[in-house]
T-cell receptor, first 111, second 114 residues
Framework: TQLLEQSPQFLSIQEGENLTVYCNSSSVFSSLQWYRQEPGEGPVLLVT?????EVKKLKRLTFQFGDARKDSSLHITAAQPGDTGLYLCAVTYNQGGKLIFGQGTELSVKP | DAGITQSPRHKVTETGTPVTLRCHQT?????MYWYRQDPGHGLRLIHYSYGVKDTDKGEVSDGYSVSRSKTEDFLLTLESATSSQTSVYFC?????????????FGPGTRLTVL
């Protein structure tokens, strides 16, 4: 059984602080996606990573894909209240596999 | 944004009653999915469809059935609702071209079973 864990589950910070969210798998995965979900809405894709060691940037968000293809991190620089939401990682374990979601990290950024 | 709508958006029902949730898409995507979202569990796959009349079970399929008679519509049925099926249900679609395809999610249906 593949396990996908995110940490921390909850994070409350002040505007301007930096933060990192982690996604760890018990097995090697073939691809990983990060989604963001606002209250009352469905998740929206932020990024897809497929190559071990890959780093992608999206404005103040930096996504890293571990060399061993078993972990990923999302780093937010100078967080803003608009970053508040649930951040979900999702992986596929083989080419024909379905997305498996982590339990999510609930981020609250206070002004 | 992919045009995905879900109906109803909110529903309260009683234990033992049948419930059907509808997902409608306008993107002509091949794959459609039903997930449930519960605190501490993220999103868990219930059933998915890879074409008209082609469906398969997901991680938490017990107590649920699905049907897809048209590309644009994917129905989720709870034959006899139980309190453990109280949840937020999300429909998602993707083009079915690659495993790294983006999944596009609907706005969700909040179901309460009393």
């Amino acid at each position: 059984t593949q396990l996908l864990e995110q940490s921390p589950q909850f994070l409350s910070i002040q505007e301007g602080e930096n933060l990192t969210v982690y996604c760890n798998s018990s097995s090697v995965f073939s691809s990983l996606q990060w989604y963001r979900q606002e209250p009352g809405e469905g998740p929206v894709l932020l990024v897809t990573v497929v190559t071990g060691g890959e780093v992608k940037k999206l404005k103040r968000l930096t996504f890293q894909f571990g060399d061993a293809r078993k972990d990923s991190s999302l780093h937010i620089t100078a967080a803003q209240p608009g970053d508040t939401g649930l951040y979900l990682c999702a992986v596929t374990y083989n080419q024909g596999g379905k997305l498996i979601f982590g339990q999510g990290t609930e981020l609250s950024v206070k002004p | 944004d992919a045009g995905i709508t879900q109906s109803p958006r909110h529903k309260v029902t009683e234990t033992g009653t049948p419930v059907t949730l509808r997902c409608h898409q306008t993107e002509n995507h091949r794959y459609m999915y039903w997930y449930r979202q519960d605190p501490g569990h993220g999103l868990r796959l219930i059933h998915y469809s890879y074409g008209v009349k082609d469906t398969d079970k997901g991680e938490v399929s017990d107590g649920y059935s699905v049907s897809r008679s048209k590309t644009e519509d994917f129905l989720l049925t709870l034959e006899s609702a139980t309190s453990s099926q109280t949840s937020v249900y999300f429909c998602a679609t993707d083009p079915g071209l690659a495993v790294t395809d983006t999944q596009y999610f609907g706005p969700g249906t909040r179901l309460t079973v009393l």
